[in-house]
Nanobody, 124 residues
Framework: QVQLVESGGGLVQAGDSLRLSCAAS????????MGWIRQAPGKARELVAA????????FYGNSVKGRFTISRDNAKNTVYLQMHNMKPDDTATYYC?????????????????WGQGTQVTVSS
């Protein structure tokens, strides 16, 4: 059974940095692409970043490009999202998601397993 556990969320001020982590229990982690998806109340969910199984390919949503960095450590079955220069619009629940394919997808609904989410709140 796949289990994804996010950590690192919290309350920060605009301009601050925060790093999210996601520990995966799946045995196929190193063969699967990973993504971070966020959803704010009243807004559509948004795939903010994704990384291929080996880490060579990444994708970023336009709203976070240049501010967020996704990375992974396959030896630790962990994926990270480093967030810099955070803005109030980044406030959302952030979900780690795993896709049972090595390549990234830009569509959130193509990620097969999701974690429970971690709340990120950015105050102005």
């Amino acid at each position: 059974q796949v289990q994804l556990v996010e950590s690192g969320g919290g309350l920060v001020q605009a301009g601050d940095s925060l790093r999210l982590s996601c520990a995966a229990s799946t045995r196929t982690f190193s063969s699967d692409a990973m993504g971070w998806i966020r959803q704010a109340p009243g807004k559509a969910r948004e795939l903010v970043a994704a990384i291929s199984s080996g880490g060579a390919t990444t994708f970023y949503g336009n709203s976070v490009k240049g501010r967020f960095t996704i990375s992974r450590d396959n030896a630790k079955n962990t994926v990270y999202l480093q967030m810099h220069n955070m803005k109030p619009d980044d406030t959302a629940t952030y979900y780690c998601a795993e896709r049972t394919s090595p390549g990234v997808s830009r569509r959130a609904n193509e990620y097969d397993f999701w974690g429970q989410g971690t709340q990120v709140t950015v105050s102005s």
